[in-house]
């Protein structure tokens, strides 16, 4: 990752990723957080764990922040990603409730 400097819950979700570290990845999250890519949500622990098993560690995902901007709990990124499933660079939307993740949003592209 370059210096870009995030809020510490959406530091902690990028480093379980790319140590691929499955319980650190829903331990990001709020008990009722989710996972929103391109319309599609999982929620709560089960949801989460089972997006990161198919799209993102189970998937060997690397994530690289490449800009952030943080507004009051809301901290929007551009990242770059190498997995089995998906290559390219994303934008991502992360809202941050009490030092958790209450979700984490890769919006449809075009």
Known sequence: ?????L???VQVMVDAINAADTDAFVDAFTPDG????????KA??????????SDAIG??????????????DTTRIRFGWASRVFNGESDGIF????????????????
């Open 1 to 5: 990752m370059s210096d870009v400097t």
């Open 34 to 41: 989710h996972v929103s890519d391109w319309g599609t949500v």
């Open 7 to 9: 809020p510490a819950p």
């Open 59 to 72: 998937a060997g995902a690397r994530m690289t922040v490449l800009s952030a901007e943080t507004d009051g």
């Open 44 to 53: 709560g622990p089960d949801g989460v764990r089972e997006w990161a098993g």
């Open 95 to 110: 809202v941050v409730e009490d030092d958790k993740l209450a979700s984490f949003t890769i919006p449809p592209s075009h």
